[in-house]
């Protein structure tokens, strides 16, 4: 240890940073600062009582950050371009809002020139792999603290700690990890540790209130959610919000993603993202309708390695930059309304209305009449097109009947 005592702690106020609060200024003896991320997830209200409880578990200083609207134009909007889910399923909930969780804790580590930043992340997950390479790229100069990883602690251990330190705990509550953004919440619990079990409903944080049917408009410009229901909005951050209180109490967007660790054992963790999910098919399904045939099967595969770049900490990684240029050029005619109708547990992309519709009558009708090509147009089509593989054809056949 050094003389200066200074430690940066990602505090969230769950069960792991407040051990973490305790144990570096206790058992260590270290002076904490705890900074809060919020990345879209928390309430003014909840920011207070987060802060509360850290300055009770005796930091030195607490403060938080908001960096809604920065996380979104630096990544969102990419995922959203990309239309990316991860193994098909999740939206990278987590994944993405890390890695700018950890740029914030280290810019302000550097600010008030700690000599150690600590972060709760456990040894089994993808979490301490990314704090700890966003880290060491920023402040590489500051030593890494991670108390749960580094004491291989179980729930149970921490709550017991805290509980001979005078520290109250809702075990009930602990029993489930949860952590909530603008781009989902996930879920973690003793379920998502089996490869047979699923979460119970009363593990998911948005309970099912709404009951029928009820349609939404989500109006893109340029790729960009920009307006629900005709109202339009100062930043798409906010459509996102927006969306997500319509649409959660239908306890939509639920999962658990089953996906590879960063550091190579096989994860499963529960999640529910209702406004993500929502914008990502309806954008895709107006991608389709605009972009050319080339354009979405590049996309698609672009879109892939980005997200798992994203998934493992890569930010920085200089490709990244090169894939979100192209998904911004791609974008120029994603302008449009899609319709979505929202029911118990599911939506469905009805349709959309766009200038750039490549599926105009005027061109034709798939499946029914053509104007802008005849029969005899097709035909020499097809025999030109299929030519190559003809030839292919005959000379396999010529070659195995010789044998």
């Known amino acids: ?103 914030a804790v280290a810019e302000y580590a550097k600010s008030i020139g700690a000599a150690y930043i600590a972060h709760g992340s456990t040894g089994a997950g993808n979490d301490q792999v990314r704090f700890d390479m966003i880290f060491n790229i920023l402040m590489p100069e500051a030593e890494i603290i991670t108390p749960i990883r580094d004491l291989r602690l179980s729930r149970e251990a921490e709550i017991e700690y805290l509980k001979d330190k005078g520290v109250e705990i809702d075990a009930e509550k602990a029993k489930y990890s949860i952590n909530q953004g603008i781009w989902g919440t996930s879920v973690g619990g003793k379920e998502t540790l089996t490869s047979d ?52 109490p239908y306890a939509i967007g639920r999962d658990i993603h089953v996906g590879d660790t960063i550091i190579g054992i096989k994860g499963r963790v529960g999640f529910e993202a209702a406004a993500p999910l929502v914008i990502i098919k309806a954008h895709h399904l107006l991608e389709k309708h605009v972009l050319t045939k080339q354009q979405l099967t590049w996309k698609d595969m672009l879109s892939n ?52 519709d490549l599926m105009q009558s005027k061109f034709g009708s798939y499946g ?27 000379v396999k056949e010529a070659i195995e009947h010789n044998k």
């Open 305 to 356: 390695p980005y997200g798992n770049f994203l998934h493992e900490g890569l930010f920085f990684e200089p490709a990244m930059r090169d894939f979100e240029a192209f998904f911004s050029s791609t974008q120029s005619h994603v302008t449009g309304d899609v319709i979505i109708r929202l029911q118990p547990y599911r939506f469905i992309t009805v349709g959309i209305k766009s200038p750039y």
């Open 1 to 103: 240890m050094t003389e200066n005592k200074k430690v940066v702690l990602a505090y969230s106020g769950g069960l792991d940073t407040s051990f973490c609060v305790k144990y570096l200024s206790e058992d260590k003896g270290l002076e904490v600062y705890a900074i809060t991320v919020n990345t879209g997830g928390f309430s003014n209200q909840q920011i207070a009582d987060i802060q509360t409880r850290a300055l009770s578990l005796g930091v030195k200083e607490y403060i938080a950050k908001d960096i809604t609207r920065e996380y979104y134009d630096k990544c969102l909007k990419y995922l959203i371009f990309g239309n990316v889910l991860k193994n098909n399923t999740y939206p990278l909930s987590v994944s993405a809002e890390r890695v700018f969780q950890a740029i």
């Open 197 to 248: 079990q699923t979460l119970p409903e009363s593990a998911y944080p948005t309970q099912l209130t709404k009951e029928g049917s009820e349609d939404i408009t989500i109006s893109f410009e340029k790729g960009e959610p920009v307006a629900l229901n005709g109202k339009k909005y100062d930043h798409p951050t906010q459509v996102v919000q927006e969306l997500e209180r319509i649409a959660a």
């Open 368 to 394: 029914e009449m053509n104007n802008a090509w005849s029969g005899d147009d097709v035909k020499g089509f097809a025999k030109i097109f299929s030519n190559q593989i003809m030839i292919y054809t005959k």
